[in-house]
């Protein structure tokens, strides 16, 4: 066979899902059926190709298959997700159905990158969400880019994820910062004040000044509306990235501020 022409090319075409395997290996034997009968009733969407591991080991090499069979989905000439071991009938069509690229999941790519270049372009993601209203992971990402702005409209878009949904744990950091933006301020208690002014902060953009306060309140009272200024702290942290500059600057003072 050629790899590189059935494969690698034929990729930017469409996807190929590539099926490595062997004529000794049992677990393949029983894979081998099942992939075959998905990939016919794919009715062309995705190409399947199956690699004897024994005929072409260099490929089995450079592709770092450490154990057959081993499925790994190409797109655009690169890997995009893999899976070893023979999984049943409805796991692979799970698994299909998370990876496999679609128009609406090429769409949104292109929008997350315009978005990485320019947070405040979001336009084209408020449009994509009108037209793809099931997509939830464009909510998700909306909710995240406007919940300091508009916090009532980014809770209206993920209060739909319950324990169980994908993006469940994703949606987490934005539900403690969303509490945060809705508390009803007592101005009375020194450490609801201090929430407050992390909320005005973050409406402003000014993260510095959020985690500032926020830190304070951990200071003042932890434990505030079930641990409030902790959480948000810590949902701070999250939604700005482990690697970020303020991230890096605030995680020591806020763990000395729990002890």
Known sequence: MDFQKE??????????????????CAPC?????????????????????KVNTDE?????????????????MFHNGEVLAEFGG???????????EKYLP?????????????????????????????????????????????LFQEPSKAKELIEGIKPGHPFYYKSEPLKHLLELMTLAPEETIAVAEKLSQAR?????????????????AVMMDKD?????????????????????ELTRKNRKRFDMALY
């Open 200 to 216: 005005n902060a973050a409406s402003l953009g000014n993260y510095d000044a959020v985690l500032e306060e926020l830190i304070a």
């Open 224 to 244: 505030y509306q079930n641990e409030l200024p902790r959480r948000a702290t810590i949902a701070m942290f999250q939604w700005l990235g482990a690697d970020h």
């Open 86 to 96: 023979a999984l049943p009938k409805f796991q692979i069509e799970k698994w299909l």
């Open 102 to 146: 679609t128009e609406e999941k090429l769409a949104f790519a292109a929008i997350e990158e315009t978005l990485n270049q320019d947070p405040a372009n979001l336009d084209a993601l408020r449009d994509f969400i009108e037209i793809h209203p099931e997509f939830g992971e464009a909510k998700l990402l909306l909710a995240k880019h406007i």
């Open 29 to 49: 034997q029983a894979l081998g059926p099942v992939i075959e009968e998905i990939a016919s009733e794919a009715e062309g969407k995705w190409q399947l190709v």
């Open 7 to 24: 494969v690698i090319e034929k990729s930017k075409e469409q996807p190929v899902v590539v099926d490595f395997w062997a004529p000794w």
């Open 56 to 72: 072409y080991p260099d490929l089995m090499q450079e592709y770092r298959v450490r154990g057959i069979p081993a499925v790994k």
